[in-house]
């Protein structure tokens, strides 16, 4: 299995605190992505990393901030988490990046917004 | 909104059966083009995955059909498995892009 650590796996949080949720490899891939998984509506790319400190946006990264100070931490924060941001959160790696390599997920951190 | 469209939803198929997944995307600029396998509490693994310069790419029991005109791929599974039994994402990128775009899932159950 690829070296990818998610933390928490779970939590549960009320409306309107910051939720920060982490992804740590031992790969020392250069790309790293945040997805979100939701019923109907598969996964859907948040933000990814292309390098230390080198981030941009995915599809739904209204609500969300990411950081990468190093290459082996990836950040997703929820500056104020909202109930419809309750879903499962998978990180993934990938060496090459160009979408056409293989990507890595981690296991998710399944978030609960009350 | 969904650049690829992944159908059914849901999947009973007989052990010893196919199990039949497809998809279809509008992007022509797409040319890499893979499934994914998700087990219950687990992250999505990449299971097989095809380029448009073929038509076919097999491994093991598992099967991509890509159709290039009518912009759709598809993914069979032959003699399936109770094993088998996941959700299963295609997906599509393009070279010069970073995103994976995938399906929303077909959920497959194979009763023994």
């Known amino acids: 299995d690829a070296g990818i650590t998610q933390s928490p796996r779970h939590k549960v949080t009320e409306t309107g605190t910051p939720v920060t949720l982490r992804c740590h490899q031992t790969?020392?891939?250069?790309?790293m992505y945040w997805y979100r998984q939701d019923p109907g509506h598969g996964l859907r790319l948040i933000h990814y990393s292309y390098g230390v400190k080198d981030t941009d946006k995915g599809e739904v990264s209204d609500g969300y901030s990411v950081s990468r100070s190093k290459t082996e931490d990836f950040l997703l924060t929820l500056e104020s988490a909202t109930s419809s941001q309750t879903s499962v959160y998978f990180c993934a790696i990938s060496e090459s990046g160009r979408n056409t390599g293989e990507l890595f997920f981690g296991e998710g951190s399944r978030l609960t917004v009350l | 909104q969904q650049q690829v469209k992944q159908s059914p939803q849901s999947l009973i198929v007989q052990k010893g059966g196919i199990s039949i997944i497809n998809c279809a995307y509008e992007n022509t600029a797409f040319d890499y083009f893979p499934w994914y396998q998700q087990f219950p509490g687990k992250g999505p693994a990449l299971l097989i995955a095809i380029r448009p310069d073929v038509s076919e790419k097999k491994e093991g029991r598992f099967t991509i059909s890509f159709n290039k005109s009518a912009k759709q791929f598809s993914l069979h599974i032959m003699d399936s498995q109770p094993g088998d039994s996941a959700t299963y994402f295609c997906?599509?990128?393009?070279?010069?892009?970073?995103?994976?775009?995938f399906g929303k899932g077909t959920s497959l159950l194979v009763t023994p």
């Open positions: 790969e020392n891939h250069r790309y």
């Open positions: 997906a599509a990128s393009k070279d010069s892009g970073y995103a994976l775009n």
